[in-house]
């Protein structure tokens, strides 16, 4: 897969996929788990602070229709350069991850299987050090997108 073909909802369908445990944990089973719902959820494990910076965050986070065309696995639909600013590299970090890793308690089988899905994102995991792999991915994916629209990388 070409970087250009890279989304932030192909990296979340691999989250998704693997720690649905932990998103259903999230909603304590007081809601549907909708593409908006599980989009925030996943983003709440990687802000520092998600409580406190909730509602500057939460109109790039959740926005319905949206959501759902980003967790599209067939969709080109990326995170805009508008979201990828308000969702600030500097705001990221792995230790809500962390533990939603720890909470679903993968396997060596299913942590190889998601280790699999991210190298076919070409996104290098390795296992003991997945929460920053994957966390330092989505940071840098988001310095990309805002990269591309400053026209720092040809298109």
Known sequence: MAESDLTIGKIFLVLE????????RVLQGKEKAMASIVYETIWSWFL????????????????GEYARKLMNPNGKNDISYVD?????????????FEEALGYCELDK?????MIT???GL????????????????????????????KGLFDS
């Open 17 to 24: 996929r693997y720690l649905f445990s932990a998103i259903r």
């Open 48 to 63: 520092r602070y998600f409580d406190e910076d909730k509602a500057g965050v939460m109109e790039a986070i959740r926005k």
């Open 84 to 96: 990828a600013l308000a969702l600030n590299p500097s705001l990221l970090c792995q230790d809500g």
């Open 109 to 113: 089988t299913t942590m190889r299987a």
């Open 117 to 119: 899905d991210f190298n």
């Open 122 to 149: 070409v996104i290098r995991v390795k296992p003991f050090f997945a929460a920053k792999d994957i966390m330092c991915a989505i940071k840098y994916h988001l310095e990309c997108v805002v990269a591309r629209k």
